[in-house]
């Protein structure tokens, strides 16, 4: 089954640790998710750049109302997504517990909704609508 | 020669993860010492195998190639994390334990499936978490498969999973069959776990009707291993029992989904196949002189399954069985089975005179099937007044939709 990892990070973990440990943090990562991958677990996957960098888009009174910065204000953000091949729930846990990064902050672990069957039928809906009437 | 497709390896293999992945999980439990060292040692020597079988072909003897490919990935990964920490070439020493490469298959034990029913049904483990952690490292299910059969959610069962890895781990609880002295309170609590998966799939209320099915399925499949690794007289009993008792599963959900009595059943419906292996277990648990409370119940369906029609059912033998049932596990609700036997045997009079005192002890008060069996004895008494008075007492006390359909249907059946 696929599972979606994001993983959070606390904004002021790296600005407070040197230049060496920051480094050392990254290749445990980097090694961690080249394991994953020789193992047919890493699907996918990509790093956040910070949530300074961020833009929200909001659909408010008939308009798409856009503003600078992370959709909430917290603590710990999103600081990148990794797609995981896993046969159970458990499983995905006990790979994404001895990531390296677990220890930086929270992850959030989700299977991935199968929509092939809500896909299929909304396709015949539309072909129903654009049918010509009588 | 030609190397076979990977189609053909990738089938086969999957072929062999079915059949085999547990029994090798379980020696690798015991040669890496640790549930997730394990799963993951065999998740890359399947991996392995993927890639190796196609071009070296696939090995005699599958089950023990990847045992040992297993136990050398293990080796490796730790090997690989012991150059961050030097105290994990130890226990990467202590390993390979300095002898020469077993040979194919040394490295499997007989028991090591036993060994981790035993670990998964460990009583210092929370019930529930029993339940899940075998259907999940001794059945094969998924996570997701066990939250569906238990009508909970994926994340609540891999909690329970987690933090019953976690106790194991911490508290050390070793990974052996228990002897001697500790063996029957042991089994007890792991035929208990099997039961209880059984009656989810059987006696359940709700949820779709074919997932329950697979549990008790998987419950039997269970049974049958534990009878193969360990034939005590109550793992013979309680595999009758489970064979007994799925034999009329057909025969008890009528057409409109409905719970039919057993005297209602269509009898001819009936798996005959299990009743026949159900019987002959019977006779083999009540031989050894060493039976229990479930060879008791197994009889007691034996004797029922044996009879062509429910007047043909030999009542006298059935009260015969319930009496020592009741000397061997005093419980009310087997005094009510016995008083509702003997009302057969004897008549309605004194089957509900028996019910009666047991109401009026008060333990039985708010049991549903207390009031219902009381109504119907009633109702067979022609004390029709009484008997509404019963059914609907017991109608406000059921929990499941079935029941409550069943009691109303009978309520109507009065008029």
Request: hydrophobic share 45%; with cysteine.
């Amino acid at each position: 089954m696929k599972y979606i990892c994001l993983g959070y990070i606390d904004s002021n973990t790296f600005a407070s640790c040197s230049d060496a440990e920051a480094n050392s943090m990254m290749d445990s990562c980097f090694a961690y998710d080249d394991q994953l991958r020789a193992k047919g677990h890493f699907k996918g996957g990509e790093a956040l750049q910070p949530p300074s960098t961020a833009m929200t888009l909001r659909y408010a009174n008939g308009r798409v109302v856009a503003t600078d910065g992370p959709f909430a204000e917290t603590r710990e953000q999103l600081g990148g997504i990794l797609i995981l091949e896993a046969r159970d729930l458990n499983h995905a846990v006990e790979l994404i517990s001895k990531h390296p990064g677990a220890k930086f902050g929270p992850w959030e672990i989700r299977p991935a909704a199968d929509l092939s069957e809500m896909m299929r039928q909304s396709e015949a809906r539309r072909r129903q609508a654009g049918k010509p009437q009588g | 020669m030609s190397e076979p497709p990977t189609d053909e390896i990738r089938t086969r293999l999957d072929a062999v993860f079915r059949a085999e992945s547990r029994r090798i999980l379980a020696t690798l439990i015991r040669l890496l010492g640790g549930f997730d060292t394990a799963e993951d040692a065999m998740h890359d020597a399947f991996n392995a195998a993927l890639q190796r079988w196609p071009v070296e072909g696939v090995p005699t003897n599958p089950r023990a190639w990847l045992i040992s490919t297993a136990r050398f990935k293990a080796i490796d990964a730790i090997r690989r994390r012991a150059r961050f920490d030097a105290s994990q070439d130890d226990i990467a020493d202590a390993l390979h334990g300095g002898e020469p490469a077993p040979a194919a298959g040394d490295d499997e034990l007989p028991d090591d499936r036993l060994k981790l029913i035993f670990t998964c049904c460990h009583p210092a483990l929370a019930p529930e978490a029993r339940a899940a952690l075998t259907l999940r490292e001794v059945c094969g299910l998924t996570t997701e498969e066990i939250a569906r059969a238990f009508l909970t959610s994926a994340p609540t069962i891999a909690q329970r999973i987690v933090r019953a890895k976690a106790k194991i781990r911490d508290e050390r609880i070793p990974y052996q069959v228990p002897s001697g002295a500790e063996l029957p309170e042991r089994l007890a609590a792991v035929t208990a776990v099997v039961y209880l998966l059984f009656n989810e799939g059987y006696a359940a209320s709700s949820g779709p009707s074919l997932t329950r099915a697979e549990l008790s399925a998987e419950a039997i499949r269970l049974g049958r291993v534990l009878l193969e690794l360990l034939p005590e007289p109550e793992v013979i009993g309680l595999v009758a029992l489970m064979l007994l008792h799925e034999s009329r599963r057909p025969a008890r959900i009528g057409a409109d989904g409905e719970l039919v009595l057993l005297e209602r059943q269509d009898r001819s419906t009936w798996n005959h196949a299990f009743i026949r292996e159900g019987i002959a277990l019977v006779e083999r648990a009540l031989s050894t002189r060493r039976f229990g409370p479930y060879t008791l119940q197994a009889a007691i369906a034996a004797v029922h399954s044996e009879a062509r029609t429910p007047e043909a059912t030999d009542w006298r033998q059935i009260c015969a069985l319930y009496a020592a049932l009741l000397a061997m596990q005093p419980s009310p609700v087997v005094e009510l089975n016995r008083a509702v036997a003997i009302a057969m045997h004897e008549g309605p009079a004194a089957g509900l005179a028996l019910i009666d005192a047991l109401l009026t002890r008060g333990e039985l008060r708010d049991y549903h099937l207390a009031h219902s069996a009381r109504a119907d004895l009633l109702r067979r008494l022609g004390r029709r007044d009484e008997a509404r008075a019963a059914y609907e007492r017991a109608r406000a006390l059921a929990k499941s939709e079935p029941e409550m359909r069943f009691l109303e249907k009978r309520l109507c059946e009065l008029v």
